[in-house]
């Protein structure tokens, strides 16, 4: 008997009516080893037959028809849309994303949105008003170089208003468990905090990097939630690229509006 597919989920997002949407635990899978066992990730599984697997199992868990919509992620702020995806490639249930973005946004309806990480944030952002969504992929990079303002600004081109937009700010890695430099710290002055005892070095709060560039692009505080999980801590439920040394799998967030 397989393990049950499990998820974080957004208490804000759910109270909108945004059901369709998640944060993916490790157990439900088939991939083994360090990649063990709800692996999304297509570059880090030699055997693809069991990431199509476990995209399987879990549209099974999520009862959905919807397209599945991913990018190839690269650290970087483009956006790309549902419908440029589409006409790029094949359904993601089944295949590689073909296009390069960090953040995907769709309509009402129109596609499941995703992104994957093992350390990085993930963001789901939401519309209550026209239903549309966002998926973002957000590292130290990705944050720096403006990925989450440009997902905020799609929407906005769409119809939304910023501040009434909801956002879910997935696990990643905690402050606590993520030393950076001074070149990485310099980029976040709010959100890093030097090392006593160890010049140059810094522990970077990467959820509160996010949540701050997310009330720069217009959202209000009572509309943000952080999903309290850290990857590194919680290597049972979730990945984490550096603390097992680069060789894990992914997690998957998704949301539909």
Not at 4 to 12: G, Q, T, V
Not at 116 to 138: E, G
Request: hydrophobic share 45%; glycine share 12%; with cysteine.
């Amino acid at each position: 008997m397989p393990e049950a597919i499990d998820f974080f989920r957004s208490e804000l997002l759910e109270a909108a009516g945004f059901r369709l949407h998640g944060f993916t635990k490790r157990a439900g899978g088939v991939s083994e080893g360090p990649l063990a066992s709800l692996n999304f990730s297509w570059d880090r599984e030699p055997e693809r037959g069991r990431v199509v697997e476990n995209h399987s199992r879990l549209r099974a868990a999520l009862g959905t028809d919807l397209r599945l919509t991913r990018v190839r992620q690269v650290h970087g702020a483009d956006v790309r849309t549902a419908r440029e995806i589409r006409e790029a490639g094949p359904d993601c249930w089944g295949a590689l994303p073909e296009l390069e973005a960090d953040a995907v946004i769709a309509a009402s309806g129109e596609a499941l949105v995703a992104v994957i990480t093992a350390d990085c944030a993930p963001v789901l952002l939401a519309d209550p008003a026209n239903r549309a969504v966002a998926a973002v992929h957000a590292g130290w990079r990705g944050a720096a170089r403006g990925v989450i303002r440009g997902a905020v600004r799609a929407l906005a081109a769409r119809g939304a208003e910023p501040g009434r937009l909801l956002a879910a700010v997935g696990p990643c890695i905690c402050a606590a468990c993520y030393e950076v430099g001074d070149e990485v710290a310099g980029r976040f002055p709010e959100s890093a905090e030097p090392i006593p005892g160890r010049p140059g070095k810094h522990l970077l709060d990467l959820g509160n990097a996010v949540e701050v560039s997310l009330i720069g692009a217009g959202l209000t505080t009572r509309n943000i939630e952080r999903v309290a999980a850290c990857t590194a801590c919680d290597g049972e439920a979730l990945y984490s690229h550096r603390a097992s040394g680069g060789t894990c799998g992914a997690s998957l967030a998704f949301i539909a509006g």
